[in-house]
T-cell receptor
Framework: GAVVSQHPSWVICKSGTSVKIECRSLDFQATTMFWYRQFPKQSLMLMATSNEGSKATYEQGVEKDKFLINHASLTLSTLTVTSAHPEDSSFYIC?????????????????FGAGSRLTVL | RKEVEQDPGPFNVPEGATVAFNCTYSNSASQSFFWYRQDCRKEPKLLMSVYSSGNEDGRFTAQLNRASQYISLLIRDSKLSDSATYLCVVNPTTGNNRLAFGKGNQVVVIP
């Protein structure tokens, strides 16, 4: 099945540094990828939609200059957390749409990367 | 009102028992519905889609009630490995990729 590979799985950094998270679609092309953030015991919150070859679309309240998204190819999207601070510590997850193979809905379902747990000291 | 609401629980379930929970959604025009399973500190994984006619996969049964705007998940013969958080996911509008996630129903299966 479709696999989305995400790394690093966890990272600890000092306040003020930048952290890059990569998300790759391994056996399919993803023109669109989604970046989510999840705080403990909270819902996944969509941060931005990454579009291959064009600018990302950010959700309201998400700073585009702080969370830089690059989608340079059909299989790779990156999220860079610039000048990270402790309040940016969270679980960041990427995902891509995959057409459901089983069943009859034909719906596009989300396949997630394994997530990146960021801790900013 | 939140787009998707779930009772976070936890739902403590004796092994072998049946557990069921609902998820309500606010947008009556919502088109697609899913249940995802998320283990602690892991990514969500698709458990099943929820069709208008319902969906059953082994011990798991999902139902959609459009009139009352909720979906349900029932787990029969609970296993210890079923312990996880079950996320309700709704696509509020047609062709829109902006899925709405509930906070999840935490299920703890007790030996």
């Amino acid at each position: 099945g479709a696999v989305v590979s995400q790394h690093p799985s966890w990272v600890i950094c000092k306040s003020g540094t930048s952290v890059k998270i990569e998300c790759r679609s391994l056996d399919f092309q993803a023109t669109t990828m989604f970046w989510y953030r999840q705080f403990p015991k909270q819902s996944l919150m969509l941060m931005a939609t990454s579009n291959e070859g064009s600018k990302a679309t950010y959700e309201q309240g998400v700073e585009k200059d702080k969370f830089l998204i690059n989608h340079a190819s059909l299989t790779l999207s990156t999220l860079t957390v610039t000048s990270a601070h402790p309040e940016d510590s969270s679980f960041y997850i990427c995902s891509a749409r995959v057409r459901e193979r089983q069943g009859h809905s034909g719906a596009n379902v989300l396949t997630f990367g394994a997530g990146s747990r960021l801790t900013v000291l | 009102r939140k787009e998707v609401e779930q009772d976070p629980g936890p739902f403590n379930v004796p092994e072998g028992a049946t557990v069921a929970f609902n998820c309500t959604y606010s947008n009556s025009a919502s088109q697609s519905f899913f249940w995802y399973r998320q283990d602690c500190r892991k990514e969500p994984k698709l458990l099943m889609s929820v069709y208008s006619s319902g969906n059953e996969d082994g011990r798991f049964t999902a139902q959609l009630n459009r009139a009352s705007q909720y979906i349900s998940l029932l787990i029969r013969d609970s296993k210890l490995s079923d312990s996880a958080t079950y996320l309700c996911v709704v696509n509020p509008t047609t062709g829109n990729n902006r899925l709405a996630f509930g906070k999840g129903n935490q299920v703890v299966v007790i030996p």
